[in-house]
């Protein structure tokens, strides 16, 4: 694949997880796939359940402001707040350096910044690490589990975070999702799912207090070796913040696209 071949994978590997993501929450979500522009809209507490994408590849300067204009004008109309998730790569070179102000002016507000990841990596061994046993969620006990884990790691309200994921089917299902323990305490969390072919890694994190010793880097490793093993898979993508970047390439994942999150503006 070619730089931009992955920045696209990137990009589709979003909308095709978020659209089941969303849709799990509420099947009257908004998954609307518009002219560039991917809705994936549970109106969830969980503000990562509510995202859009801009899905042209080599959009001009007056392409990507028609483009932020939309996405804010499609953002006022929800309850709840949500992120605007651009892939820098996908956009013509020479307006990248605008893109900030672009965004300001269509009434969105800068977030924070993530990277777009992938590899063929799979299968790896199935990972152990001294301090952890490892446990898939299946209960929404466990899946409670696993939200608050996301909720202190991100910084969001518990509700908010039980909110996106307490009563899922698919998470106690079809998500490959892990619980790393320590004795009988979870500390960190890592969900893999099946799309279009490749294993994306999901909502990845570990508790404030318990971070830095490989806990979260460990839990990903058993979610990927899960569910490569169950599907046959090869190939992985995901979607790191600034904290988790480091870790993923330890596994195997190179970054491609660096993406920038806006929200609308406060």
Same mark, same amino acid.
């Given at each position: 694949m070619t730089?931009?071949?992955?920045? =696209?994978? @990137?990009?589709?590997?979003?909308?095709?997880?978020?659209? %089941?993501?969303?849709?799990?929450?509420?099947?009257?979500?908004?998954?609307?796939?518009? $002219?560039? =522009?991917?809705?994936?809209?549970?109106? @969830?507490? #969980? %503000?990562?359940?509510?995202? =859009?994408?801009l899905t042209d590849v080599g959009a001009d300067a007056k392409l990507l402001r028609q483009r932020l204009t939309q996405t804010a004008d499609i953002m006022r109309t929800k309850k709840y707040p949500g992120f605007l998730w651009l892939f820098e790569d996908l956009l013509e070179e020479g307006v990248r350096s605008t893109l900030e102000e672009a965004a300001k002016q269509a009434g969105l507000q800068y977030a924070f910044p993530g990277t777009g990841m992938a590899g063929d990596l799979l299968p790896i061994p199935d990972p152990v690490h001294p301090d952890l046993t490892f446990v898939r969620v299946t209960t929404d006990e466990q899946l409670q589990a696993y939200a608050d884990i996301n909720s202190h790691g +991100? &910084? #969001?309200?518990? *509700?908010? &975070?039980?909110? &996106?994921?307490? &009563?899922? !089917?698919?998470?106690?299902? *079809?998500?490959? %999702? +892990?619980? %790393?323990?320590?004795?009988?305490? $979870?500390?960190?969390? !890592?969900g893999t799912v099946a799309a279009e072919g490749r294993l994306f890694v999901v909502l990845v994190a570990t508790e404030p207090e318990w971070q830095r010793r490989g806990y979260g880097e460990a839990v990903t490793r058993k979610a990927l070796y899960e569910g490569s093993r169950a599907t046959g898979l090869t190939r992985a993508t995901l979607h790191a913040t600034v904290a988790g970047a480091p870790v993923y390439p330890r596994i195997g994942f190179k970054p491609n696209s660096l993406i920038h999150f806006f929200s609308l503006q406060s």
């Open positions: 730089d931009l071949d992955e920045s =696209i994978e @990137s990009m589709e590997q979003l909308a095709v997880v978020w659209r %089941a993501m969303v849709l799990d929450r509420d099947a009257d979500s908004d998954v609307r796939n518009l $002219p560039g =522009i991917a809705v994936r809209w549970a109106d @969830s507490r #969980f %503000a990562f359940w509510n995202a =859009i994408t +991100y &910084g #969001f309200p518990l *509700e908010d &975070g039980r909110d &996106g994921l307490v &009563g899922s !089917a698919l998470w106690k299902n *079809e998500v490959h %999702a +892990y619980l %790393a323990m320590r004795d009988d305490v $979870p500390v960190a969390c !890592a």
